[in-house]
C-alpha cells in the first residue's frame, strides 16, 4: 500500500506541472550565455544603442574598488566627458533597450570603452592596468568583432545578389542572341522543301507547295521559315504532316472508268 501511494503522489506531482519551471530554466540558460569573467569574477554583458557599456558597479567589482569609488572619480570628472560619446544616461522608460541592466526610477549612469578608459586613468595601480587589458580585449573589443563580421556578411550577400543578378542579365542576353542568331539554315531550310515537295509527290513548289507552307507559317506565327527558331521548327513536323494531309484532301478526286 506505501509503494501504491508513493505512485500515486509521484503520478499527481508530474501531472500538476506547468511550463514555468521549464521557462524559468530556458531564461537562466539564456542569461549564463551574456556572461563573461573579467579579473576572476563574472560581467553580466550590457548593451546599449548597439555598443557595449559597463556601470560604475561593475568597474568598482573589476577594480576590487571600494562601491562608489569609480561613481565619486566620474563626477570629480565629469568636464571632461561627453554624453552619448563616452556615457548614456538611460531613464526608466528605456530599460527595454537593455534587459540585462536594472534600471532604478531615477535612471542610471553607464560608460562606453572610451568613457571607461577615461576613468580607469584615475585608478593607477598594476590590478588597473590587468583589468583593463582584459575587459577592453575579451569585453568591448570582441562586441567591435561581431559588429565587422555581421557587417562583412551583410556586404557579402549584397555582393552575391548583385553577382548574380548580372549572371542572370547576361544569361538571357546571351539566349536572346542564340535566340536571334539560330534560325534555320538555307540547308536546313533546303531540307523543310525537299521534305513537302516529297511528301506531295512533287518535284518544285506549286500551288500545293505554297499552300502547306503558308498554312504552317500560319500555324508558327511568322512569314517565313528563316523567323521559326530551330528547335521550334523540328518539334513543328506534326504540323507540317498535317498540314500536307490537308492540302492532299483538296485534291479532285480521280475515278477510273
Given at each position: 500500500?506505501?509503494?501504491?501511494?508513493?505512485l500515486e503522489?509521484?503520478k499527481f506531482?508530474?501531472?500538476?506541472l506547468?511550463p514555468?519551471p521549464?521557462?524559468?530554466?530556458?531564461?537562466?540558460g539564456?542569461?549564463m550565455?551574456?556572461l563573461?569573467?573579467i579579473?576572476?569574477?563574472?560581467l553580466?554583458?550590457?548593451?546599449?544603442n548597439?555598443?557595449?557599456?559597463?556601470t560604475f558597479?561593475?568597474i568598482?567589482?573589476?577594480?576590487?574598488r571600494i562601491?562608489?569609488?569609480?561613481?565619486?572619480?566620474?563626477y570629480?570628472?565629469?568636464?571632461?566627458?561627453i554624453?552619448?560619446e563616452?556615457y548614456?544616461?538611460i531613464?526608466?522608460?528605456l530599460?527595454?533597450e537593455i534587459?540585462?541592466?536594472?534600471?532604478?526610477?531615477?535612471?542610471?549612469?553607464?560608460?562606453?570603452?572610451?568613457?571607461?578608459l577615461?576613468?580607469v586613468?584615475s585608478?593607477?595601480?598594476?590590478?588597473?592596468?590587468k583589468?583593463?587589458?582584459?575587459?577592453v580585449?575579451?569585453y568591448?573589443?570582441?562586441?567591435n568583432?561581431?559588429n565587422?563580421?555581421?557587417?562583412?556578411?551583410?556586404?557579402?550577400?549584397?555582393l552575391?545578389?548583385?553577382?548574380?543578378?548580372?549572371?542572370q542579365v547576361?544569361?538571357n542576353?546571351?539566349e536572346?542572341?542564340c535566340?536571334n542568331y539560330y534560325?534555320p539554315?538555307?540547308?536546313?531550310?533546303s531540307?523543310?522543301?525537299r521534305?513537302?515537295?516529297?511528301?506531295?509527290?512533287i518535284?518544285?513548289?506549286d500551288?500545293?507547295?505554297?499552300?502547306?507552307?503558308?498554312?504552317v507559317?500560319l500555324?508558327l506565327?511568322?512569314?517565313?521559315?528563316?523567323?521559326?527558331p530551330?528547335?521550334?521548327?523540328?518539334?513543328?513536323?506534326?504540323i507540317?504532316d498535317?498540314s500536307?494531309?490537308v492540302v492532299k484532301l483538296?485534291?479532285?478526286?480521280?475515278?477510273?472508268m
Amino acid at each position: 500500500m506505501a509503494a501504491g501511494n508513493i505512485l500515486e503522489k509521484a503520478k499527481f506531482a508530474f501531472s500538476d506541472l506547468s511550463p514555468w519551471p521549464f521557462y524559468f530554466i530556458k531564461k537562466e540558460g539564456e542569461k549564463m550565455k551574456n556572461l563573461i569573467k573579467i579579473n576572476n569574477h563574472v560581467l553580466q554583458i550590457k548593451e546599449f544603442n548597439n555598443q557595449r557599456v559597463v556601470t560604475f558597479k561593475d568597474i568598482d567589482l573589476l577594480h576590487d574598488r571600494i562601491e562608489g569609488t569609480a561613481k565619486s572619480n566620474f563626477y570629480e570628472n565629469k568636464k571632461h566627458f561627453i554624453e552619448n560619446e563616452d556615457y548614456f544616461i538611460i531613464p526608466k522608460s528605456l530599460k527595454c533597450e537593455i534587459p540585462t541592466l536594472k534600471v532604478p526610477n531615477r535612471g542610471i549612469t553607464v560608460l562606453t570603452e572610451s568613457g571607461y578608459l577615461m576613468l580607469v586613468k584615475s585608478l593607477q595601480d598594476d590590478l588597473a592596468w590587468k583589468v583593463q587589458r582584459e575587459l577592453v580585449n575579451n569585453y568591448f573589443r570582441i562586441k567591435n568583432f561581431v559588429n565587422v563580421q555581421k557587417s562583412i556578411n551583410e556586404i557579402k550577400v549584397q555582393l552575391e545578389t548583385q553577382f548574380n543578378e548580372m549572371v542572370q542579365v547576361k544569361i538571357n542576353e546571351i539566349e536572346s542572341k542564340c535566340s536571334n542568331y539560330y534560325r534555320p539554315s538555307s540547308l536546313e531550310k533546303s531540307n523543310i522543301s525537299r521534305y513537302i515537295k516529297q511528301r506531295l509527290g512533287i518535284l518544285k513548289a506549286d500551288e500545293e507547295y505554297e499552300s502547306v507552307k503558308q498554312r504552317v507559317l500560319l500555324k508558327l506565327g511568322a512569314n517565313k521559315w528563316e523567323d521559326v527558331p530551330i528547335e521550334t521548327l523540328k518539334d513543328s513536323l506534326n504540323i507540317i504532316d498535317e498540314s500536307i494531309r490537308v492540302v492532299k484532301l483538296d485534291r479532285p478526286q480521280q475515278y477510273s472508268m
